[in-house]
């Protein structure tokens, strides 16, 4: 291929004279940016850089999301530890309603609120602390044995008044001459 002379018409002369010259340009003007960008891109992702929440799938993070929010223990009590008495067994479960007279409880030590009950007896207190009354769960919704209840109904009516005895465990009303 010859080359055409060259004239000098515009004055202006270009940095690409021949064709050969114009298809080295035109490559690198597509391969160089290519290049770059392709450079860039590797550049970026070969850092391990964290995100907000890239570890929401994380062993530990699911862990954490559905560990228990509470525990339950369960207190046995031992075979040799006998009844709880009357006080222990108020506070257990009688004073959640009793302190504050919820639903119409009796308030603890109001001798006003319990001075008719006291007239009705201990037993007919018990019965109805064992059985449920009124707006009263059986047990007072506890797990109690009946001489638990028993005890708690009378430190309950003493505190209100009444002279009642704490009722005795079986085996010690037996043993007793």
């Not at 450079?39 to 929440?53: D, E, I, W």
């Not at 009263?136 to 009642?164: H, V, W, Y």
Request: aromatic share 4%; net charge negative.
């Amino acid at each position: 291929m010859s080359q055409a002379p060259q004239t000098q018409e515009s004055g202006h002369q270009g940095p690409i004279s021949t064709p050969q010259q114009l298809m080295v340009a035109v490559a690198a003007a597509f391969i160089i940016p290519v290049a770059i960008i392709v450079l860039l891109v590797m550049y970026v992702s070969s850092h391990s850089q964290k995100a907000a929440g890239s570890d929401a799938l994380s062993a530990q993070a699911t862990a954490d999301r559905i560990m228990p929010v509470g525990t339950v223990q369960i207190k046995l009590a031992s075979a040799n530890a006998g009844p709880r008495s009357g006080e222990e067994a108020y506070k257990a479960q009688c004073a959640a309603c009793h302190d504050a007279g919820m639903l119409g409880a009796p308030k603890f030590g109001d001798a006003g609120a319990w001075g008719s009950r006291i007239g009705q007896g201990l037993t007919t207190l018990a019965t109805h602390a064992i059985k449920g009354f009124n707006a009263m769960p059986a047990q007072g919704g506890g797990d109690m044995s009946d001489l638990e209840i028993t005890r708690a109904a009378a430190f309950m009516a003493n505190a209100g008044g009444a002279k009642f005895e704490e009722p005795a465990a079986p085996a010690a009303a037996a043993s007793a001459p």
